[in-house]
């Protein structure tokens, strides 16, 4: 079977596995977080708000069916203003005459990057965000209304992170990317593979990081539903401190790890984490 033949089989196998995240409706705490960016931000009239949002969440459902999409959640700011260290990272990134970069990994439609903009006044040229779906990033612009470069000067890269640095697509995301990043946002990422992915994702973003600052670091959350073999997916603190001694010993770098759990029942687990260069 052809890659085109299974692309529209692997979207209508996720549609129909989550299709109970497909919301009718816009939660108010995701849609007051949101407003104030596509009003003051996008220019977007108070009345248009909600049904410029079911118009791009219907379009990105249509590009692939992430469960994010569907529940709304790509809008969801909550998950990182809550973030201490988001909160510590965006200080770093408003203090003056910071030039220091970001990189959303997992950016989606690149909200994250439009609130450090719009609400937090950092320069947009010093912001970058990546995604496996290319159209994602083509709909963040029609969402927020900033394709212009007067509008914004963020950098977006498609691009695969588990794909090897010859091919074309994981060639671009270095081009753009390596050397040139002093904080990884990776935000509901690592959840997305097993522990070999996610060691292979690890290495490339240490790639990415700019090698002389000390200060270099990448953070975000990890989580979901304990469903059978949940570990291999959410690692606990020992996993994730084994896994960064591994991405150590392969890069000829060393890293230091933290990681809190944020909610722990029957039902889901999630964490937050953050990963700091510890010079030697």
Known sequence: ???????????????????????????PGIRDLARSILEEYSGIAPEDVDAHIYYIRDKA??????????????????????????????????????????????CCLGTVIRHLVA??????????????????????????RDRDPGKSRATFVAGDMLRDGNDNDAGGLDHQLAGKIDVIYAAF??????????????????????PRNPDAMIFGQNGGPRIPGWEKYVLDEEAWRDLWDEVGEATGT??????ETTEDSKERIMVRFGVYRVVV
């Open 254 to 259: 060393a890293w230091r790890t933290e990681m």
């Open 119 to 144: 609400d937090l006044g950092v320069s947009s040229d010093r912001l970058y965000g990546t995604d496996l779906q290319p159209h994602f990033l083509d709909l963040g612009y029609e969402l927020f």
């Open 189 to 210: 990422f690592f959840h997305l593979f097993e522990r070999g992915d996610q060691l292979r994702a690890a290495k490339r973003m240490v790639k990415f990081l700019r």
């Open 61 to 106: 459902w249509a590009i692939f069916p992430y469960g994010c999409v569907g529940s709304f959640s790509f809008l969801n700011l909550q998950p990182t203003t809550q973030d201490a260290r988001f909160q510590s990272v965006a200080a770093r990134l408003q203090a003056p005459g910071s030039a220091e970069t970001f990189l959303d990994v997992g």
């Open 1 to 27: 079977m052809s890659p085109s033949q299974k692309i529209p089989e692997q979207i209508a196998a996720a549609a129909k596995a989550n299709a109970a995240t497909y919301l009718a409706t816009i939660p």
